[in-house]
């Protein structure tokens, strides 16, 4: 089976369409992830600084809680 000289050219156009293709999806695949990547740690930051104000006030709200339901037992 011999193979002419317009195959050869054609199989070896093919073969760099095709890794052309698969860098563009790599590139493209890196901006999503840079992307998604900064969104994340956007949303980590706003859930870190949430809970740099929400515990403290669960432990007063713990606090006082207890605080009363000492007292309303206190009273029963």
Request: charged fraction near 10%; charge should be negative; glycine fraction near 20%.
């Given at each position: 089976m011999e193979?002419?000289?317009r195959d050869i050219l054609?199989?070896?156009v093919?073969?760099?369409?095709?890794?052309?293709?698969?860098?563009l999806a790599l590139w493209v695949?890196?901006?999503v992830f840079t992307f998604l990547g900064r969104v994340l740690l956007a949303?980590?930051?706003l859930i870190?600084?949430?809970?740099r104000f929400a515990i403290p006030l669960l432990v007063l709200a713990a606090i006082g809680y207890g605080v009363v339901y000492l007292l309303q037992k206190r009273t029963a």
């Open positions: 193979r002419s000289l054609e199989w070896v093919l073969g760099l369409l095709v890794v052309v293709g698969v860098l695949g890196g901006w949303l980590s930051g870190w600084e949430l809970l």
